[in-house]
């Protein structure tokens, strides 16, 4: 694990405790191009009553609205949380070339847990690496669902 990789899954993670400070499930993601964060989002869903605010697609709007563009090709994404479906999809849409994520998603995960979007024929292939930061991403989320209990 590089520094890198520390440095900026921290920021997804600050960002992720915002959220769950927020009752929102606690994801945060970060996008970076050139060593520099360009864009962050959290999870809004519940605030803002729309399904589509996850964190990566947050963080996805953002860093096209900062980039003037909606192909992402000279950036990485980090999450705290492995993407679903719809953010796999919108990774792969933007043509985000690297995805790390913190914690694996048994219910939702679509970069190898539960299925693998990312190997899937589409015209652009993410590379991937999970599990970093792992054990702060879950414990964060195992929190949050707890205090729900």
């Given at each position: ?27 945060g ?35 096209c ?13 980090y ?71």
């Amino acid at each position: 694990m590089s520094n890198f990789d520390i440095k900026y899954m921290e920021k997804a993670l600050e960002l992720a405790r915002e959220a769950f400070e927020d009752d929102e499930v606690p994801v945060g993601a970060v996008i970076v191009r050139n060593d520099e964060i360009v864009a962050t989002g959290r999870n809004r869903r519940e605030k803002e009553k729309n399904a589509l605010l996850h964190a990566e697609t947050d963080a996805i709007n953002n860093a096209c609205k900062a980039l003037g563009g909606w192909r992402l090709w000279n950036c990485e994404i980090y999450v705290t949380l492995e993407p679903c479906p719809m953010c796999a999809g919108a990774i792969i849409n933007a043509h985000i070339p690297t995805v790390y994520f913190g914690a694996y998603d048994f219910k939702n995960g679509s970069c190898g847990t539960i299925t693998n979007l990312f190997e899937m024929p589409y015209n652009f292939k993410p590379n991937y690496k999970g599990g970093i930061m792992q054990e702060e991403c879950a414990e964060l989320l195992k929190s949050f669902f707890k205090r729900l209990r």
